[in-house]
């Protein structure tokens, strides 16, 4: 379509001006950004409501709180993020300058998904602006309200032409994907991060492509376990279960399988009430395809508590699943929805090597009061990232890059990360034209090298 | 082919036992590369020369030395590249350990080139082995005693399950393309790299591009030209032309474009002799190939100096092209021969203007006396690296990222920056099953926060 050829060609016109290098600029605008988030609260929440059933607290703390931290941190650190950083001379470059220098790539795409709608355009848009680039945003638009207000708001408070948002489905992404960019930013599924990255291949264009996976929680039998399944049913709930590092399934041993579905079922009633449906903290799932999905999940298995569901209103309540076999459908894609399996495994040994079987997940967890014993399964596993102890804080601090590991991505951004990311670390050495003397021995002819 | 899948299978199984995970396995194997380096250096030697006619000094300084620098390095730092990284916390993870580890990938591939037939496979390989991984060594056929002699040795020294060779041409190498590494790092041209990254992308593997492009070389009327011209003339004809970060083209004023051509003759005859031909320290084009394909970009040109060539040695005399028309064939791809052409440019702005019409090159020269013009003419361009006053240079410090951008490639390597590259970045959040009442304001229900 002529429309995206435009868009993204008046995208990198504006950038080639060069008016988004300067760091003033680019504080200006994240400046502006953080005047768009403030001013539109309500806007952006009732978006997130529509789109999700996101509560105002919840859409406030998991999607708008992050934002704004990952503002301030830009606009704080830019001038020490972007500065030149020298490095580690050797004899022969002593008296020169070497350093690496941060740029910007040109132009960036990035492609959000519809489970933190905001929060997935917003976060890499905060590090490609300030590495600075021009953006090409294409929110998800299975989460239409939030890429309709995006599409509204981004130009109300941005450079018009250095930042366009693109909406549209997949024939829309599809004709994007043909065009030009410097880096692409896929949030999203592997199927799709695949695609992403053989149409990147065309253009020798690098990407971060944040994808998903089975998430594994292993439960040790010496933890506390009311604090554990506390932290896990926060994390799994969330969002309704559709969070990409929510923790997929829980392996334990078959000895406190109840226990655990116990202080579930206690700690969902502390927080949703006795009547889950009737909760303004619970959301829904996205839309029917994925709700007839989730459901189909639970064909043949064991509930141990919930399974009630609601079509008319894409609800599915928190449900829990034992004895859950290995190569059940459950137990094979990345569920995105409120139901948990318990596999039951006999040690340690047995949980680490059921997750090693499978696909790297992009995050993993592992509730232990033995230090030991979770370092072990650190050691022993690989996941994009890891937590302890808790589910998901490993994404809050950004200092921690955010990424995948084989089929759950590659790459990483938040934080400093984003912008390197976004950056291209150019090595630069600047020498003298004295000193010629001292090159002598690299010269031919060879005879005068002793070997 | 079963046969690649073998391998690959080996290798992989090799990994999942675990043995390449051990510091003190990596730095003996490490150790067991420098013995091989240091024991078969007259075989080594004898393969350069037999495949590029390269001269024992220039192998050794080029190919050796580095590779040598390199195994030292590594082993040496390896301690602390590998140990985990402690990330600056905040307030809501003051109490807890929070890290970036650095674990090994699993099983990568290196496809080598053939113009650094030796150094381009074991640096990456250095680099592989030091981050914990398996390796899967495919050298260039066209370079083929490199390679055949790379096949020979390595099993002769290292583990042959974990670090296998796998010898052959297009066939194999895209045979090969079609099983599933956890990285791959491929040297050589734009176009097939498009290729490599379009089969990774089947497996989602993370891929490093080390590619080309036309380097340029802007030689400021302010400047020594003597020193800059020797310094130029070094970088151009080593290797008969045949390096990545060989300054490709010439673009300075028509004022000193035959100050120019004079001082380079005057070097030439210093370094090769009144003969070039007999001079033991000039190499020769790889293959006939090579040969018609450098030989085509003469035509049509006026000829300042060479231009001489003897196909059945593949000799190509150091060539000098003058009042070069930018459409002209021989400034349309790179030229990777020993003929430099020189553009001439009426100003700085125009060199940068010229620049930036192009492709994004693998590395960038400028000569000045002028500081800050050098620094002009890097803020307004760019490429992978750059050199001023000098050519070639920041890619032997080892602390300086060596890769491209855009066409020139993505992702680097290096020194630390090898073994981060073949190492996944695992974000690490180790927290504590008490003071659970901290975490009362992040769960439902909603109520209990203040907005």
Known sequence: MERMQQ???RARAAFNSGRSRPLEFRIQQLKALERMVQEKEKEILAALKADLNKSGPGAYGH???????ELALAMEKLPSWAAPQPVKKNLLTMRDEAYISYEPLGVVLVIGAWNYPFVLVMQPLIGAIAAGNAVVVKPSEVSENTAR???ELLPQ??????????TGGVPETTELLTQRFDHILYTGNTAVGKIVMAA???????VTLELGGKSPCYIDKDCDLAV???RITWGKYMNCGQTCIAPDYILCDPSIQSKVVENIKVTLKEFYGEDVKSSPDYERIVNKRHFKRVLGLLEGQKIAHGGETDEASCFIAPTILTDVSPESKVMEEEIFGPVLPIVTVKSVEEAIEFINRREKPLALYVF????????RVISETSSGGVTGNDVMMHFFLSTLPFGGVGHSGMGAYHGRCSFETFSHRRACLIKDLRM???NKMRYPPGSQKKI
């Open 200 to 206: 990147a291949a065309k253009h020798l264009t690098p």
């Open 228 to 230: 554990a399944c506390r």
């Open 368 to 375: 232990s009061n033995n230090k030991q014993l979770i370092k």
């Open 149 to 151: 207000l995006v599409a």
């Open 7 to 9: 868009i993204v060609g």
């Open 63 to 69: 999607e708008i709180l992050g934002v704004l931290g």
């Open 436 to 438: 010629e003397s001292t």
């Open 157 to 166: 408070y941005l450079d018009k032409e250095l930042y366009p948002v693109v």
